[in-house]
């Protein structure tokens, strides 16, 4: 141990793993075991003399001269924890313990390197954190806000950057930060070297690639999202950033908390489609309809306006299915769908009621007239032929329709009125549109 006016057995004291420290009233390293350079990176001849605060990290300054002042006051100080600076710029945590030696007027501290204990509850702390957010988050856009939050903390980086498959996986899109990226030409060319790797973290500097070459602070990691593809998780560190296996296992650990929730918001998405859209067609199922018809019903009573109601059921459609087998029999209904949304306006509604009989909902219609025009238009539409398998294949509509509030003003009333109607054209040779009349009652 070296020593400045102050005598120990260095034999035996740089024989401990922790370090021993000796400072003066004034605050000066006057003592150091071995141990403080593999602690704090001066070698003893560099520490001694050096005032002990200049090492201090800044924001621990204030409560460390405190922690001096009571122990020179005679209060033994156990456990005292502190971050200092180490010749290297790296931070450690320090756990002390200390006491005064009011005979030399000396302070004598232990020093035992907390740094690991600290990172790694750290890194627990923000795996719990990463996995609550992940389960309380509303939308991607705040999860990954969240994430970036915490792992700030942890891992120096300049940017923290999700990059996502586009639609069908078609390409890759930055969806966070929503803001411009520096470099994102080279940066996507990063990430498809990262997605076509071996599935691990890949760091800029390990790549043989000119187009990177100016990305060496960059590292990456697969974020795989069920079978659309994958994206990739990016943080670009600063230019002395050296990043650790413990930052890899993290980026790791938030690339599967990411997929999970992305896979969880997609499940979400699809029950909630069949709960409200026909899964075969697209079109709002009956739920939905009766949503819309009532929305619609009051808006129309509120202000005196007039809303129709077309009834549609496929003639010749149980031939089709009989003869072609239910695989052309479902591709025949989803056409169907596509033609009768092709015939109405945004603000309407075209549902499949059930089989092959399909409602469809005007919205704020002038007169009767209009009405028939639309189903005319439905009817003439539908009643060319569809292609199936090679073959002209035709269905013909039989459609009814009634007119709110002129046959009824209720729902109910008025889809048993028009489905009335429907079997009237049905009965009178198909392929035609009625419009429900007093004797329908």
Not at 161 to 174: F, K, S, T
Not at 265 to 284: C, K
Not at 289 to 308: P, V, W
Not at 403 to 423: E, F, V
Request: proline share 3%; charged share 25%; glycine share 6%.
């Amino acid at each position: 141990m070296r020593k400045a006016g102050f005598m120990v057995n260095n034999n035996v004291m740089d024989l401990l793993l922790d370090a021993i420290c000796v400072v003066s009233r004034d605050g000066r390293f006057v003592g150091v075991s071995s141990a403080c350079e593999r602690i704090f990176g001066y070698s003893p001849d560099e520490m001694i003399g050096r005032a002990m605060i200049d090492l201090v990290f800044p924001d621990d300054r204030d409560r460390t001269l405190q922690a001096a002042r009571d122990i020179m006051d005679g209060v033994d100080m156990l456990c005292f924890e502190n971050r200092y600076v180490r010749k290297d710029g790296q931070t450690v945590h320090i756990l002390w313990s200390a006491r005064w030696s009011e005979a030399d007027q000396v302070r004598v501290a232990v020093a035992h390197d907390i740094t690991e204990r600290k990172r790694s509850e750290s890194l627990q702390a923000a795996t719990f954190a990463i996995s609550e957010a992940a389960h309380e988050a509303q939308d991607l856009s705040g999860l990954l806000l969240r994430i970036d939050q915490i792992i700030a903390e942890l891992i120096p980086r300049s940017y923290f950057i999700a990059v996502l498959p586009g639609e069908h996986g078609r390409r890759l899109d930055v969806v966070y930060p929503l803001a411009v990226v520096a470099d994102s030409a080279a940066m996507l060319d990063f990430a498809q070297q990262v997605i076509h790797g071996t599935g691990d973290c890949v760091e800029a500097s390990s790549l043989d690639n000119p187009t990177v070459a100016d990305l060496r602070i960059w590292m990456g990691v697969p974020l795989v999202v069920g079978q659309d593809g994958q994206g990739v998780l990016i943080l670009r560190g600063p230019p002395e950033a050296r990043f650790t296996d413990q930052d890899k296992r993290l980026l790791h650990y938030v690339s599967t908390q990411l997929a999970t929730f992305i896979e969880r918001q997609r499940m979400l998405s699809r029950l909630q489609f069949m709960a409200q859209f026909d899964p075969l067609t697209g079109l709002p199922n009956r739920a939905l309809l009766f949503d819309r018809l009532h929305i619609a019903l009051a808006r129309a009573k509120r202000e005196q306006a007039q809303l129709g109601l077309l009834f549609l059921d496929l003639d010749k459609f149980k031939q089709v299915n009989d003869s072609l087998g239910h695989k052309a029999g479902d591709h025949l209904l989803q056409m169907v769908a596509q033609r009768l949304q092709g015939c109405i306006r945004v603000s309407d509604t075209a549902a499949r009621l059930a089989g092959d009989e399909f409602i469809v909902l005007l919205e704020d219609v002038g007169t009767a007239e209009d009405v028939a025009a639309i189903a005319e238009k439905i009817r003439f539409t539908l009643s060319q032929a569809f292609d199936l398998e090679g073959l002209a294949q035709y269905v013909l509509p039989s459609i009814g329709g009634v007119i709110y509030p002129l046959h009824g003003d209720d729902a109910q009333h008025l889809l048993q009125r028009a489905d009335h109607a429907m079997y009237q054209a049905k009965r009178a040779g198909g392929n035609r549109f009625l419009l429900a009349t007093d004797s329908d009652l």
